[in-house]
T-cell receptor, first 111, second 113 residues
């Protein structure tokens, strides 16, 4: 069974640009969550999608958005990038109320 | 919202000794408490979890205890081995699974040979 796949693995963007990250969950998993990991703030919850609906959202500005497709694949978008958005972005998938499996993450560097 | 405090931030133990990491949470509605291990450059991986209707759970050398009244839970690793060296994160959520996990800041566990 393939694990959670995130693309791309690494990304370098310039301040002010926008970026789209992709996450393919484990087959059969309909819940996909996104997390931001930084040395200073640790792991912080961005949002969670289930059956194409955003069910839960963390405390991030509106520049951070996401969506989920009918095949459960999810994308997150960050607009008007800031230096502070540099982080490892992790996606996790799970069955309803089940164990969360994380992807390898996308390392975003904003210069 | 939920707040999870984790201690210590760094823990160094001799190989073969036990290690204990403690977390407290603030939201009494939280009902699922997973622990993740993250090795350098790798993804977080679930090592054990506990739900609020259980007080203790064991899996070989790893155990987790939960005290709902005091709102704290702990990770116990016995007979530590070099491969246990990593950063460990506790988390809490009301939803179960990956939904809305609030993480502690992490504990860097160092196993001294």
């Amino acid at each position: 069974k393939a694990g959670v796949t995130q693309t791309p693995r690494y990304l370098i963007k310039t301040r002010g640009q926008q970026v789209t990250l992709s996450c393919s969950p484990i087959s059969g998993h309909r819940s996909v969550s996104w997390y931001q990991q930084t040395p200073g703030q640790g792991l912080q919850f961005l949002f969670e999608y289930f059956s194409e609906t955003q069910r839960n959202k963390g405390n991030f500005p509106g520049r951070f958005s996401g969506r989920q497709f009918s095949n459960s694949r999810s994308e997150m978008n960050v607009s008007t990038l800031e230096l502070g958005d540099s982080a490892l972005y992790l996606c996790a998938s799970s069955l309803m109320l089940g164990e969360a499996f994380f992807g390898q993450g996308t390392r975003l560097t904003v210069v | 919202g939920e707040n999870v405090e984790q201690h210590p931030s760094t823990l160094s133990v001799q190989e073969g000794d036990s290690a204990v990491i403690k977390c407290t949470y603030s939201d009494s509605a939280s009902n699922y408490f997973p622990w993740y291990k993250q090795e350098l450059g790798k993804r977080p991986q679930l090592i054990i979890d506990i739900r609020s209707n259980v007080g203790e759970k064991k899996d070989q050398r790893i155990a987790v205890t939960l005290n709902k009244t005091a709102k704290h839970f702990s990770l116990h690793i016995t007979e530590t081995q070099p491969e246990d060296s990593a950063v460990y994160f506790c988390a809490a959520t009301k939803g179960g699974g990956a939904d809305g996990l609030t993480f502690g800041k992490g504990t860097h566990l160092i196993i001294q040979p």
